[in-house]
T-cell receptor, first 115, second 112 residues
């Protein structure tokens, strides 16, 4: 089983609130990712990190921000939540060893609903 | 055209049958390929990495056809527990720092 954790698992919040989705992994992986997935749709990469102090934006434009101060921790923050942010957010990590065949391990996801 | 395309299904298959589905990719330079499994409202989990022309793991066989730019997944002797969405994933570059491209998935329903 992968050792990657996300909190909260479910969040219902009002428009305009600031939220932080937590993601932690205990595998010592350098690479971490945030994906957004709507029901029945593909995963879209919104942020990723190669290591401490490294953050990059993904393919899908997102109003969220991330930080990577510690290897194990990769939180995602929305400064002002809107109904359009309603989705499932999946955090993942992978090792640098193995080249192109690195498996990505996923956390259980946070299901966000913005009213 | 999407970079990675899959038939969304659902594929309704009786238990014990063999089922196969394909995934096409648009970038001919793509280097590595994967099948992930995602259960309803759960996170994706790696099922198989697809090496060179293909590989086999128990009841599951993945094949790669570079000329036609598709990968396939074959499931033999299907079980009820195989019901899930199968995600095709492509790394479009030799650079391991390049990001994966995810298909939207093929939904498989195994019926008793």
């Amino acid at each position: 089983e992968a050792d990657i954790y996300q909190t909260p698992r479910y969040l219902v919040i009002g428009t305009g609130k600031k939220i932080t989705l937590e993601c932690s992994q205990t595998m010592g992986h350098d690479k971490m990712y945030w994906y957004q997935q709507d029901p029945g749709m593909e995963l879209h990469l919104i942020h990723y990190s190669y290591g401490v102090n490294s953050t990059e934006k993904g393919d899908l434009s997102s109003e969220s921000t991330v930080s990577r101060i510690r290897t194990e921790h990769f939180p995602l923050t929305l400064e002002s939540a809107r109904p359009s942010h309603t989705s499932q957010y999946l955090c993942a990590s992978s090792d640098v060893a193995g080249g192109n065949y690195n498996e990505q391990f996923f956390g259980p996801g946070t299901r966000l609903t913005v009213l | 055209r999407k970079e990675v395309e899959q038939d969304p299904g659902p594929f309704n298959v009786p238990e014990g049958a063999t089922v196969a589905f394909n995934c096409t990719y648009s970038n001919s330079a793509s280097q590595s390929f994967f099948w992930y499994r995602q259960d309803c409202r759960k996170e994706p989990k790696l099922l198989m990495s697809v090496y060179s022309s293909g590989n086999e793991d128990g009841r599951f066989t993945a094949q790669l056809n570079r000329a036609s730019q598709y990968i396939s997944l074959l499931i033999r002797d299907s079980k009820l527990s195989d019901s899930a969405t199968y995600l095709c994933v492509v790394n479009p570059s030799m650079d391991s720092n390049y990001q994966l491209i995810w298909g939207a998935g093929t939904k498989l329903i195994i019926k008793p």
